[in-house]
């Protein structure tokens, strides 16, 4: 239903369907006029002025940051409220412009740029970044000296389109009705996705040509399962998404309803089915969707959200209070794994950070900061549900390490009296191809290994999915992908007592679930907005016929035949309508 | 006047919440505050100008307090240094 004149493909970043009006958000950066002024009076009180309205605007900006973001992660705002209050900066810009009697923009512009030039001139990367929020307020305040309209006041029910959006852009736009993103650059691990996705809008990033060919006003279709958007839709066009927005609100009302049934094949095989957990605050949504425990807790957003690694006393009350929760049901936790595209906590540049420093190997290398986090989560475990895992291992020397440090970190807690679970069950990431390889081993070592689609496909091909220009070689059904998962599977079964569960996004997509199942997963851990979908598709399929479907999927040669037998497989579904909508 | 060398010692370093609350404290004393790292000295009750400070963990640098309050404005802050900005 969509035809080539009208329709453009980007990174589906956040999945839904919406028609609505477009909205061009462009960021200008201001021109400055360098004149000389007559009336040096006025010029002084055109600058409080301006000055007033930028306060107030971030003063707007800060409070709904500390609502949507937390205290900590608003303090970016607070500095730039406070670079508006600056004794030095404005005592500077008011004795230029009466000394040099020169329009107000230019002092402004001129002076907070020199400070730029120093944070550019630092050679920690951050500094660069601190550059561009300054840059941010420089370009807020000579706005205002303009009297110019905070473009940022939308109208309700729009799609933005945008080059790319910054974090004050997102939580503004959080605040009123937005139907949608699309913006021209950015992956899916962008600012911009990452918002979208945990707010339920739908959103396309990457589509280049995006705020060229996309007028303000102009209606679009925007499909963020397939990240495509149809310019000025026709009639037809327009009846066809309406219908699909339809059935999808037919389903999720379905949906619902599955929440408290288990996910069980028709012929009563259970799969786990997990929640993956970013931030604390998802866990309302976890329990609503009927997820059993969480798969995956990533601490790395913990983190982040301190800003600094938390002390144990502070970790230890995060950690029980996600295992009070979700009490009975199990919870994952997966300590620190920074680097890859997570930001390392210390500023260090690598070459090629994806094979750099990471996971294990940065806990390795800090050990008190390991041992803080293991003794924060043994102590959470109080209750026997909570388990341990290490990302990115890569040799059984570093399991062993880990486990050595476990009991460590277990006797330190004898020693002071505190309560844990001695029996916890300690597992690992199988994200490396060479780990893929050895997996029987590394079963034999642990109680359980959760396989990490995104890292291992990466590592497999050779390809950053965030790299767009190479993003489409990232593929799921890669037939070295589906057997190398196979293997893993198959391996750590043989051991006869390690639990297998995967926990990357390839578990979210639909059409992989009957594979993984015929594969011969435990447990599958999604997002918790995938889990009322994939339960429905996994209590409609019998495992018999998953199993000969993965059989047939291990000896194709071609990631074309592969997604083609799994449509196929669909298609003779009798009851799965989802596949049908999408 | 006052001068004192401190170190970083938190993790992250000068990052921006500290420096917004060296300012805070700063502004709070009529004494004057400056702040020299690597040969660049800056005002700090400027935060824009602490903002260009780039000091992580381990680096040093140099405070000095000049005015009626000095004594007081120099344990406030150098306390505050020395906690790690409240973040050990």
Known sequence: ?582 | MIEKEVKIINDAGLHTRPAATIVKLAAKFKSDLQITKDGITINGKSIIGVMTLAAEKGSSIHLTFEGEDEEEASETIIDYFNRGFDEL
């Open chain 1, 1 to 582: 239903m969509t035809n080539t004149k009208n329709t453009y493909k980007g990174i589906a970043a956040a999945p839904g369907i919406t028609i609505a009006r477009a909205y061009q958000y462009t960021k200008k950066i201001e021109k400055v006029q360098d004149e000389l002024i007559s009336d040096i009076d006025e010029a002084l009180l055109n600058l409080d002025e301006a000055l007033n309205k930028s306060k107030k605007e971030l003063l707007k900006v800060f409070s709904l940051a500390v609502d949507k973001l937390g205290e900590n992660r608003a303090s970016i705002f607070e500095a730039q409220i406070m670079i508006l209050d600056d004794p030095v900066l404005i005592d500077t810009i008011r004795r230029r412009i009466k000394e040099e009697k020169r329009h107000p923009e230019f002092i402004v512009d001129d002076e907070i740029s020199k400070y730029q030039a120093l944070m550019n001139e630092a050679q920690e990367a951050y500094m660069k970044e601190r550059s561009h929020d300054i840059e941010d307020i420089k370009n807020r305040i000579i706005r205002n000296l303009k009297k110019k309209k905070w473009q940022s006041r939308i109208t309700n029910d729009v799609i933005v389109i945008s080059d790319y959006l910054t974090p004050a852009d997102t939580v503004l736009f959080a605040r009123v009705n937005v139907k949608g993103y699309i913006t021209n650059f950015g992956g899916l691990t962008s600012h911009a996705a990452i918002v979208a996705r945990s707010l339920n809008i739908p959103a396309i990033v990457g589509l280049h040509e995006a705020t060229n060919k996309i007028k303000n006003n102009d209606l679009l279709v925007l499909d963020g399962f397939h990240g495509t958007v149809i310019i000025n839709p026709s009639e037809k066009q327009i009846n066809y998404y309406r219908e699909k927005i339809e059935q999808l609100r037919i389903y999720d009302e379905e949906l619902a309803e599955l929440k408290n049934e288990p996910a069980v094949t028709t012929d009563n095989k259970e799969i786990l089915l997990q929640a993956n957990l970013d931030l604390t605050e998802e866990i309302a949504l976890v329990v609503q969707n009927g997820a059993k425990g969480i798969g995956l807790v990533r601490t790395e957003q913990l983190f982040q959200e301190y800003d600094v690694f938390p002390e144990e006393e502070v970790q230890y009350n995060i950690y029980r209070e996600i295992a009070e929760k979700v009490y009975p049901e199990k919870v994952i936790i997966r300590t620190l794994d920074v680097g890859g595209d997570k930001v390392l906590p210390v500023d260090v540049k690598e070459p090629n950070p994806f094979l750099g420093w990471r996971g294990i190997r940065f806990l390795l290398d800090n050990m008190d900061l390991f041992k803080t986090q293991i003794r924060a989560i043994l102590r959470g475990s109080e209750h026997k549900n909570l388990k341990m895992m290490i990302p990115m291992v890569c040799s059984i020397k570093e399991v062993r390490k880990f486990k050595k440090i476990v009991d460590e970190c277990k006797e330190d807690l004898r020693e002071r009296g505190l309560p844990f679970d001695n029996d916890i069950d300690l597992g690992i990431m199988i994200e490396v191809p060479s780990a893929a390889v050895m997996a029987r081993e590394y079963a034999e070592e642990v109680d359980f290994i959760s396989i990490g689609t995104n890292d291992l496909i990466q590592y497999l091909l050779a390809v950053d999915r965030g790299n767009e220009i190479v993003s489409d070689l990232y593929q799921e059904f890669h037939p070295s992908v589906v057997r190398t998962i196979g293997h893993i599977i198959k391996e750590a079964k043989n051991t006869g007592k390690c639990m297998v569960s995967l926990c990357g996004e390839m578990g979210a997509d639909t059409l992989a679930v009957p594979l993984l199942v015929g594969l011969g997963l435990d447990s599958l851990s999604v997002s918790a907005s995938a889990i009322p979908t994939i339960k429905k598709i996994i209590r409609n399929l019998s495992y018999e016929e998953t199993r000969a479907l993965a059989e047939k999927c291990l000896t194709f040669r071609t990631e074309k035949e592969i997604r083609n037998e799994l449509i196929q497989f669909f298609d003779n579904l009798q009851n799965i309508s989802v596949h049908k909508i999408f």
